[in-house]
């Protein structure tokens, strides 16, 4: 079955400022989704608020179902997983109790567990390392199988490929790929999504809390990206040159 996800009218305000300003998007099972913007453009922001972790009003819709009411906790339960910015994993507790305490949070029987640690082969290898440890990658895969815990029906991703070499962060998307060809809807969030953007089916573009309308393709989507930071220059007509200004534009 292929699951959706959608915020409609969706805005998260800090103090006086606004992070995300009255967003509408819809994430569909079956295909790998990004939302691509320049740093403080509110990604993380429309995410969390996505998953019930910051205060936002609009609306959120797992298929169909209305969950705007319920906090992150609930939402998880219902099938909502987050790799948030940075990991959060617990440096302290082993990879193995990394993923026993997703385990008793959600309630799932200990098999879970080993499933978790079978998703990437160096879990199970390191199931006893401190997770504090572990270097980068290993750390995210642990993130990521963590969140999968419980068979989601929607997978945020926060900056997952921040950081890591491009075999770790090809190994990750080929985890995507399979998850999204089971009708788990896939977000990657990222400041850059050039290195994998082939890998991408479709996204928007979020600048200053502005979401862009859908863009298929992600090859398109990196473009438009580009484009509205000014890095590129509009396509010119057919039969001119193709021009690239600096990107000086850029921030
Ligand atoms: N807890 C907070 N309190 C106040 N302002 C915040 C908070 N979190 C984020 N902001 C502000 O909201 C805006 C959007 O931040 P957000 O982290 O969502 O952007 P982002 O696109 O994820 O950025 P980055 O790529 O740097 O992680 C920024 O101006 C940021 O300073």
Redesign the pocket.
Known sequence: MSHELAVSGLS?R??G?V??ADAGLTFPGGKISAVV????????????AAYGS?PATGRVTLDGEDVSGLGAAGRARRGLALVP?GRQIFARLTVRENLQVMADTLGLPGEEVETALDRFPILRERRRALAGVLSGGEQQMLAVSRALMGSPRALLL??MSTGLAPLIVAELMDTARRLAEQGTVVVV?E?SISAIRDRLDRGYV?LR?RASEAIDGGRDLDAEYQRAMGVTAPRPPHGAAHDTVSPGGAR
């Open positions: 998260v800090y103090g400022s992070a995300v913007g320049p740093n403080g453009a509110g990604k993380s922001s429309l995410l969390l910051v910015q926060d900056e969030v400041p979020l809390g």
